[in-house]
């Protein structure tokens, strides 16, 4: 099966580096399972060329007086189609827990946008054996109260956060161990049997070899996805 390819662009680019970005791309991920997650200020740059789309961040509210905020019905409006949501970045400096990432898959499923749930253990966790155990929290916590038939609309990123941006990756055998206790565990408490992406220096090199894992669905991609060159070569890899 094609694996799904998600660009998380973070909060690189300005205006003139979008355009050339896009222009670069030549409609290359058009018509393909490829997500780009843009900073929101360029969603509809994105949008009007016909990109499949995601935004970085989502607020847990309807709308009203929140500063700063964007809300899923703006995004929806506009045509965006995913949502990330519990990315390590955001659960360390924006001091995003548990309970305010189920709020925001809850109102981002009741939005009508597609979740990109993502979980992960610190070094430390996985050196202390914890590595099941914060994930378990993690998905129990981020999807408690929400239904089977929503639940199928998220898709779950695992991300070793000792892997984002170290060029350090896990073994195969260590993503396929994690990935089945993913699955098992959202199957065995929600009934729901999850797409799970693998992220965490996933590039233009090591892609072939992590492409081979079956039990994973695709790839969430940080560093390597600000250049063209290697994104359209890990479509290559993905799409064979
Ligand atoms: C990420 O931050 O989601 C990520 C996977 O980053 P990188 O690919 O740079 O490790």
Same mark, same amino acid.
């Given at each position: 099966?094609?694996?799904?390819?998600?660009?998380?662009?973070?909060?690189?680019?300005?205006?003139? %580096?979008?355009?050339?970005?896009?222009?670069?791309?030549?409609?290359?991920?058009?018509?393909?399972?490829?997500?780009?997650?843009?900073?929101?200020?360029?969603?509809?740059?994105?949008?009007?060329?016909?990109?499949?789309?995601?935004?970085?961040?989502?607020?847990?509210?309807?709308?009203?007086?929140?500063?700063?905020?964007?809300?899923?019905?703006?995004?929806?409006?506009?045509?965006?189609?995913?949502?990330?949501?519990?990315?390590?970045?955001?659960?360390?400096?924006?001091?995003?827990?548990?309970?305010?990432?189920?709020?925001?898959?809850?109102?981002?499923?009741?939005?009508?946008?597609?979740?990109?749930?993502?979980?992960?253990?610190?070094?430390?966790?996985?050196?202390?054996?914890?590595?099941?155990?914060?994930?378990?929290?993690?998905?129990?916590?981020?999807?408690?109260?929400?239904?089977?038939?929503?639940?199928?609309?998220?898709?779950?990123?695992?991300?070793?956060?000792?892997?984002?941006?170290?060029?350090?990756?896990?073994?195969?055998? %260590?993503?396929?161990?994690?990935?089945?206790?993913?699955?098992?565990?959202?199957?065995?408490?929600?009934?729901?049997?999850?797409?799970?992406?693998?992220?965490?220096?996933?590039?233009?090199?090591?892609?072939?070899?992590?492409?081979?894992?079956?039990?994973?669905?695709?790839?969430?991609?940080?560093?390597?996805?600000?250049?063209?060159?290697?994104?359209?070569?890990?479509?290559?890899?993905?799409?064979?």
């Amino acid at each position: 099966m094609k694996k799904i390819l998600a660009l998380n662009l973070k909060m690189n680019f300005d205006y003139k %580096d979008i355009k050339n970005y896009v222009v670069a791309l030549n409609d290359n991920l058009k018509a393909s399972d490829i997500i780009v997650l843009p900073p929101m200020l360029f969603l509809p740059y994105f949008i009007s060329q016909n990109y499949k789309i995601g935004a970085q961040n989502i607020s847990e509210f309807d709308n009203g007086a929140y500063t700063g905020e964007v809300s899923c019905s703006q995004l929806k409006s506009i045509g965006v189609a995913y949502a990330l949501i519990g990315h390590s970045e955001r659960r360390q400096y924006q001091c995003e827990n548990d309970d305010k990432i189920n709020s925001k898959i809850k109102k981002a499923l009741e939005n009508g946008l597609k979740v990109i749930f993502c979980i992960g253990e610190t070094k430390e966790e996985r050196e202390m054996l914890k590595t099941s155990k914060v994930l378990k929290k993690e998905i129990v916590d981020g999807l408690k109260g929400i239904d089977e038939n929503n639940l199928k609309n998220v898709i779950i990123a695992y991300e070793p956060i000792w892997s984002i941006g170290t060029g350090i990756i896990p073994t195969n055998k %260590d993503i396929v161990d994690t990935t089945k206790f993913i699955i098992d565990t959202a199957v065995k408490v929600f009934n729901y049997k999850p797409k799970v992406l693998y992220g965490g220096s996933v590039n233009e090199k090591n892609i072939a070899e992590l492409n081979k894992i079956n039990e994973i669905s695709g790839f969430l991609v940080g560093g390597a996805s600000l250049d063209v060159k290697k994104v359209l070569k890990m479509k290559e890899v993905v799409e064979k």
